[in-house]
């Protein structure tokens, strides 16, 4: 098994638009689960993917990429890096609500109090879809590990 972080690093990366999924698809159970079928197998453990989902977002901005809300507004993923605060903000400076009532957590925050656990928990969904919506508590770790997928597929991983 190759090294998760060996991607697709190029010198010569050219920057690119991630557009986030609708929450409405976020919330669709089989979108969770072919959502965890493309992270079975990209790395060794629940926590390496962990790993690799964050790194692959911010090298994407480091890269000059940026994040889109499904609306087009764009994140200030600048001030979620340097500043540490836990939600997200636009580069207007409003904090980004998925839905009512549901504001976007930075990657480092979004996994909860038990990271592996939960990207384990999440991991079975691959075999095991969920009969029902999808938890607005789920809805910003989803948010990130799409946009961690659309970036791999872009970069043809």
Same mark, same amino acid.
């Given at each position: ?75 200030? &993923? ?26 976007? %957590? ?20 691959? %075999? ?23 970036? &791999? ?5």
């Amino acid at each position: 098994m190759q090294s998760i972080f060996d991607y697709n690093d190029q010198d010569n990366v050219v920057p690119f638009d991630v557009q986030a999924a609708r929450i409405e698809q976020l919330r669709n159970p089989l979108y969770e689960a072919d959502l965890a079928k493309f992270f079975v197998g990209k790395a060794e453990t629940a926590t390496l993917i962990l790993d690799l989902a964050t790194f692959v977002i911010f090298d994407h901005y480091a890269d000059g990429g940026r994040v889109l809300m499904a609306n087009g507004t764009m994140l200030d &993923l600048d001030r979620m890096e340097s500043t540490g605060e836990r939600f997200v903000y636009d580069c207007d400076g409003n904090e980004i609500f998925l839905q009512k009532n549901c504001l976007l %957590i930075r990657t480092e925050d979004c996994f909860g109090e038990s990271p592996r656990r939960t990207m384990n928990r999440f991991l079975q969904k691959a %075999i095991r879809s969920s009969k029902t919506t999808v938890d607005i508590r789920l809805l910003p770790m989803l948010f990130w590990l799409d946009i961690a997928r659309k970036i &791999l597929m872009k970069q043809g991983n």
